[in-house]
């Protein structure tokens, strides 16, 4: 380790983050205004019990959830992931931007092969222009199940939040617990083609809590004093359900989404979906009630299939109860399962800051325009197969009816060194074949199947997508991820889009940031981006099942002219296919 002449200021950077720390981090060296921070995840099985039920389970370094990494804004992080388990995995750092640095975004096959048995990969980025709660995880599979954890990225040195200075922060997970191996669940669904048999338990922090069997030990409590502020970094993790979140007789500030501050708004209510992170602050009352309140988690669903339809429960506890034998234990009530009008409120809810120290760019002139349409659909049924889906057919998913296809070869490594090879520049901008998205289905519910078509754009190039939910197999809501870029969205609604009166209605003023939105169940969102970050950039739902299905699509952002804006070559241990 070179501290060079700056001892005390990395000293004082790892005193200041000490309390978020899981893993020893090593601060190397000084760049560009932050620091180079190391970390190493060790790919581990570990042996857990959650409901009476023990099972080996995938981990980083033997920790469920994983263990939180922490930066500043403008700092490196270099992450060396080994992997010791029979699976192959990658490791995606969710809702970094990646600027020139898409080697290190980790999806399988999209941006590197996966890190096998006995290998390892070095992941190396900076974090540029983002502070806030993310996450890190898996994302080969259903690997996301056990191997997750927070991405905390704080201001730079000497800055504040743009808000009240908290007296603690609290990172909270969301998670699902599998008493089976969730391969196993989403290997048998896609040999059957019925839907993937659903999570026995949500976690919070790793822990289901008290409403379930066998569970009253494994509760997360949060013990707060009175008269405090308490920021919360909430994080779903969970892999296939979007969440309803509340804490019994109190109320929260949201402050940040998807690491970019909002204008704070107050509520009682909160929903997340996959991938999705919500920072809020939490004032605790003055003086201490002699009681203890429930946090309650349960799903947001309004699709046809089944669902893990349970509560996960932690509980926040005052310190120095008068009373704690006899203190009552509040419970809040949450939306019905399917509130979309309740989600829909919510979501209208977040604004960008747009202040001069933050200031937004939503692009006001559109280059390029794309409509995808979103949504379950089949597959028939192999001959000498019976099959368990609709009408004997196999489940699928698709954007514009193409279910993507994962290449054998790293989609950026093809495009990089050959410009061509597992892929096609043929997604198309808009659905082949128009109909009433949201209302009756049509007849044919086959979607397209094996190929890989990307999308290409050229750099710099101003960006919206309108993308629309379908009812073929029931309407739904879809949390849909972009890799290597936050967009601003700039409209949502229910129904059809309309492409005559809809836009004239877009916030283009101070839309919310975000890396992941939910497309409205039987809805629309709108989107848009500047196409500035050179690479190969995944786009799919953050329902793992319908991932595993095909509702993905990539874009390929050619090469700016300068040489600032031009992807570099890979590194020397990218993984081999």
């Known amino acids: ?44 099985m570990k042996n857990i019990t959650r409901l009476c039920r023990s099972k080996s389970i995938v981990t980083v370094n033997g920790k469920f959830p994983g263990p939180r990494v922490v930066a500043r804004e403008g700092d490196r992080l270099v992450v060396k992931v080994v992997n010791h388990v029979p699976n192959n995995i990658s490791i995606h750092w969710h809702g970094i931007r990646q600027l020139r640095s898409g080697w290190a975004d980790g999806p399988a096959y999209i941006t590197q092969c996966p890190i096998q048995t006995g290998q390892s990969y070095v992941y190396n980025f900076t974090i540029t222009g983002q502070r806030g709660t993310l996450l890190w995880h898996a994302h080969f599979s259903w690997m996301r199940a056990s191997v997750y954890g927070p991405l905390i990225i704080l201001p730079r040195r000497n800055e504040s939040y743009p808000f009240i200075k908290p007296y603690k922060e609290v990172p909270i997970l969301f998670g699902e617990w599998f008493n089976a191996d969730p391969e196993a669940v989403i290997n048998q669904s896609l040999q059957t083609g019925a839907g993937p048999n659903v999570s026995d338990a949500y976690t919070l922090n790793g822990l289901p809590g008290p409403l379930y069997n066998c569970s009253g030990k494994d509760t997360y409590k949060l013990k707060v004093k009175p008269g405090k502020t308490y920021l919360l970094r909430l994080i779903n993790a969970a892999l296939n359900d979007e969440l309803f979140f509340s804490i019994a007789n109190h109320s929260v500030t949201v402050v940040e989404a998807d690491a970019s501050y909002v204008k704070p708004f107050v509520t009682d209510t909160l929903v997340i979906a996959p991938g999705q992170t919500t920072n809020v602050l939490l004032k605790t009352k003055s003086p201490a009630p002699d009681a203890a309140f429930y946090m309650l988690a349960r799903p947001y669903f309004t699709g046809m299939g089944t669902f893990d339809n349970t509560t996960v429960a932690g509980i926040l506890e005052y310190e120095n109860p008068k009373n704690p034998e006899n203190a009552p234990l509040f419970k809040p009530s949450l939306p019905a399962i399917n509130a979309t009008n309740v989600v829909a409120n919510f979501s209208n809810m977040f604004k960008s800051l747009a202040t001069n120290k933050f200031p937004i760019n939503v692009p006001q002139k559109v280059d390029k325009r794309f409509f995808f349409t979103i949504g379950l659909g089949t597959n028939p049924c192999p001959k000498n197969q019976t099959c368990q889906g609709p009408n004997g057919t196999k489940f699928a998913a698709s954007m514009n009816n193409i279910s993507f296809a994962l290449p054998t070869t790293a989609l950026l490594q093809s495009y990089f060194f050959s410009k061509s090879g597992v892929f096609t520049a043929d997604f198309p901008d808009f659905p082949l074949h128009p109909f009433n998205y949201t209302g009756t289905p049509p007849n044919n519910t086959h979607v397209i199947n094996g190929t890989t078509k990307v999308e290409v754009l050229p750099f710099n190039a101003s960006v919206e997508v309108i993308m629309q939910d379908t009812s073929i197999l029931g309407a739904e809501s879809h949390p849909l991820h972009l890799h290597g870029y936050n ?14 009166n809809d836009p ?66 890979p590194p020397s241990d990218l993984p081999k296919c």
């Open 1 to 44: 380790m070179r501290f060079s002449g700056f001892l005390s200021s990395a000293v004082m950077v790892i005193l200041f983050v000490g309390c978020f720390m899981a893993v020893p981090e090593v601060v190397t060296a000084k760049h560009g205004g932050g620091v180079t921070r190391h970390y190493k995840f060790s790919i581990r």
């Open 487 to 500: 967009f601003y969205v700039v409209g949502q609604g229910f129904g059809n889009f309309n492409p005559k």
């Open 504 to 569: 004239s209605k877009f916030n283009l003023v101070d839309p919310v940031e975000r890396n992941t939105v939910g497309v409205p169940s039987g809805g629309w969102v709108a989107i848009r981006f500047q196409a500035d970050n050179p690479g190969v950039w995944l786009m799919h739902c953050h329902f793992d099942v319908h991932l595993s299905w095909g509702l993905r699509m990539a874009w390929i952002v050619l090469d700016g002219k300068l040489p600032n804006q031009k992807l570099p070559p």
